[in-house]
């Protein structure tokens, strides 16, 4: 049995033992004074027949009651009967020797342990009936309501019964309380599977926003320094060399960052180095690229923020500046970035071709958008696109600095 189980037995199981003890050691007792009784009405073999009878009934017959049952009320027939056989083999017993009244004091107990409650009364009520037969078939007294060993046995059975309701309360408040911590323990196992799996999932949506803005966009760059050096052969041998360099330089710092993302590392450009000079790093290597003029502006005083905010803000940048340099044709780009009270605003702005008839809306689109959405999502911040024919294109990314 697992410590689990062991640990969710409930306490009159764990003690079954004892009740078993007392009865088994009642029916000894019993026996014992059976054999000093010399006016026994049965030979001695007999009698220890029928009690070793009645013991192997009682552990043979409860053992197979209680076979693949949970809880007593699955099939409490099985052990009624049980139980109903052992007053028989009791009342059989105390016909040829009252030694066994002794073992009442175990036999009670074995009803309610046994038995639920409406099975339990009605095992007492016929227990009390044979009681009261036996008294008055040895006293010779006929049944009278005026007869005192009557009354004096039902309000034996009374106390009996009253105690078996209480054993009984006590018995189906502490199952209730089981099963409550049962399903307590299956939701909070359910809890921990869902929360795995929501990290796993958050875990691969990182990772691919990583790679996104890593790899992705290291090997898109690589790839347009490769064809202008392709177009460049063979007569403009500096302007191959020049688009040669800068592929390689592109490859190697992807290489970095890709090892970065892999051990779930803070990007390389910000290591060492505050937002406003990450930023300024990633436009001024942009603008080299590219040839467009890109302007970067900084406003409020910069504060700490946390890493998470920081690596948004930067994949951000990214991002925006990628998707100029593939779709917007622009001529030159304002980046500005605000620390306003409780507020970080990153704004990219570009004079290149708009989304023709777009208005201000919710940023929505591609697979580096959405990533960049859901970045600031994770930061308590937000992304819109603006977009107006003949004005450009301005990202926005806003986050609370205290996120």
Known sequence: MSAKQERQKDVWVKWDWLWKAIFYAAVIVSTWLMLLDDERKAPIWAVLLLTGSMLLWHWGGLKLAYRKLDVLDDHPIFSFIVIIGVIVFWFTLVNISPAYYFTLFGLFGQVFRHLPLRYGVIAVLILTGCIIYEQLANAGAPLSLTNPIIWMFLLTALGAIVL??????????????????????????????????????????????????????????????????????????????????????????????????????????????????????????????TGIPLTTTTTGDPVPLHPDIEVTLLRATQEALANIRKHAQATAVQLTLSYIDDVVVLDIHDDGVAFAGAAASPLSGGYGLQAMRERAEQCGGSVTLESEPGEGTTVVVSIPIYS
């Open 164 to 289: 078996g309701v209480w054993i009984t309360a006590i018995i189906g408040q502490s199952t209730r309380r089981r099963q409550l911590i049962e399903q307590l323990e299956a939701t909070q196992a359910e809890l921990a599977a869902a929360e795995r799996r929501a990290g796993i999932l958050e875990e691969r949506q990182r990772l691919a926003r990583d790679i996104h803005d890593t790899l992705a966009q290291g090997f898109t760059s690589i790839v347009m320094h490769l064809e202008v050096a392709d177009q460049a052969l063979p007569d403009d041998l500096d302007t191959l060399q020049k688009h040669l360099d800068r592929a390689r330089e592109t490859a190697r710092t992807s290489l970095e960052q890709a090892r970065r993302v892999v051990n779930a590392l803070r990007p390389h450009s910000l290591d060492q180095r505050s937002l406003p000079d990450a930023i300024e790093r990633t436009a001024i290597r942009w603008q080299e690229e």
